[in-house]
Nanobody
């Protein structure tokens, strides 16, 4: 069982930055690929970014590529999402997810790749 707790969300002006954190419980964090998804009001949950177990392979949605950076610290059981050049359309609840150990950069973009999900943290970008 893995529990995920996101933090770092909040209200920011367009063009600003935020860093989200996701702390994982348990001993399997380092063996799991991790991802960030987001869900805006009235829309389906969508993929934002993913990272493999070692932190050297990543994947990004086209909508965030070049603005967001995913990273992880296996010693701290934490995955991060550094968000920059934020836009009002980035407003959403952001969810952290933990998957299996096998990296597949296409599969990691889908919700079914992940076994555990956090409760989410709200990010609001004002214009």
């Amino acid at each position: 069982q893995v529990q995920l707790v996101e933090s770092g969300g909040g209200l920011v002006q367009a063009g600003g930055s935020l860093r989200l954190s996701c702390a994982a419980s348990g001993r399997t964090f380092a063996t799991r690929a991790m991802g960030w998804f987001r869900q805006a009001p009235g829309k389906e949950r969508e993929f934002a970014a993913a990272i493999n177990t070692g932190g050297y392979s990543t994947a990004y949605a086209d909508s965030v590529k070049g603005r967001f950076t995913i990273s992880r610290d296996n010693a701290k059981n934490t995955v991060y999402l550094q968000m920059g050049s934020l836009k009002p359309e980035d407003t959403a609840v952001y969810y952290c997810a933990a998957g299996g150990g096998t990296w597949d950069w296409l599969a990691a973009r889908t919700a079914r790749f992940y076994d555990y999900w956090g409760q989410g943290t709200q990010v609001t970008v004002s214009s």
